[in-house]
């Protein structure tokens, strides 16, 4: 189990995302028909949570990030690890999509039609005061053929496996951390892409991509109170449930922190959750119920750096050892 290198990823060998391919311009055209704002509400939402997510990993994880550009270079400052919202869908995302692009137009607009039905069902129930209000031709039973035919599109949509496959992903799909380089990239129309499939806000999902992939930066470059950071060798050696589970975890106390300026934040958080494989899942069950537990795992996740554990199961030992200190009550 959770045995996958996380360096094992196109994040690791820093492959670029599909933006031409036939069914990569046909996904995101579909997209844009509907929404022609989307790309810019991804980059409004990036730019204006961007240093206040920082803060919060800050906070949370204890961890400074700077980068040096050159040691002793006379010109070298601390930078910050640049993020970039671009076009395109990264391959592991594309290669499930482009089965489905033929479908693209309905499968986006699932919402829409489900919306419709019930549309159709008020105007029925509402139909004597609604021809007093506005006169028509149309009678009950041309909305029930309506909604009938809509229900029926509703059923076949819902028997495609396109989200049984999607969940079966076991790579970050709407943003990235290329941990060779180091940079942050948010894909906007995937995250268009998902918002659209499992109904989230667009703008909740951009933020809890955008502390996702900042977080595992954080946990990977982050300086502890030593000065001392992840390997790059031993942080792309281990398993994804570690990697994954650390940023994961960051995340979700992000938009907790975050939940009463932003509450769609932590409802996106809670939906893609849903939607997405046990190695994204899994750290929901660190020492459950446990009093100290961002404490735990933030002891835990220094440990894991310092001593370069690799192995899920070794950070699972740690990780139950630390929980069972005598915190200060
Ligand atoms: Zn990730």
Redesign the pocket.
């Known amino acids: 189990m959770f045995t996958q290198n996380?360096g094992d990823t196109y994040y690791g060998h820093n492959i670029s995302p599909d933006a031409d391919s036939m069914p990569a311009r046909r996904w995101i055209e579909q997209l844009e028909h509907y929404q022609p704002d989307l790309q810019q509400r991804v980059k409004r939402t990036v730019d204006q949570w961007n240093l206040i997510v920082r803060d919060q990993l800050r906070n949370e994880t204890a961890l400074r990030l700077s980068l040096e550009s050159k040691i002793n270079h006379p010109e070298h400052k601390p930078t910050q690890i640049p993020i970039k919202v671009v076009d395109g869908l990264p391959e592991p995302l594309i290669h499930v999509l482009r089965d489905y692009s033929e479908q693209a137009p309905t499968l986006l607009n699932e919402k829409a039609f489900a919306d419709t039905v019930k549309g159709l069902r008020v105007a029925n129930d509402q139909f004597s005061a609604l021809q007093t209000l506005c006169p028509s031709q149309i009678s009950p039973s041309d909305l029930a053929d309506a909604s009938g035919w809509l229900q029926r599109i509703l059923e076949q949509l819902r028997q495609t496996d396109i989200k049984h496959r999607l969940r079966e992903l076991n790579?970050?799909i709407l943003?990235?951390?290329f941990f060779n380089v180091p940079r942050v990239e948010i894909y906007w129309a995937a995250i268009g892409i998902y918002a659209q499939l499992y109904s989230i806000s667009i703008e909740g999902l951009c933020l809890v991509v955008l502390a996702?992939?900042l977080?595992?930066a954080y946990t990977h470059w982050g300086k502890d109170i030593d000065g001392t950071t992840w390997e790059t060798k031993d942080f792309g050696n281990a398993d994804l449930a570690i990697?994954?589970g650390f940023?994961?975890f960051y995340t979700k106390t992000v938009c907790e922190k975050l939940a009463a300026r932003f509450p769609a934040a932590l409802e996106a958080y809670q939906a893609l959750l849903q939607t997405q494989s046990p190695v994204?899942t899994e750290h929901e069950q660190w020492i459950k119920d446990h009093p100290h537990l961002k404490e735990a795992v933030r002891f835990s996740m220094i440990q894991c750096r310092s001593k370069g554990i690799v192995e899920y199961g070794d950070f699972m030992r740690v990780l139950q050892d630390v929980g069972n200190f005598p915190f200060s009550r």
């Open positions: 996380w790579q970050d943003g990235a951390y996702h992939e977080a595992h990697v994954e940023a994961q994204y």
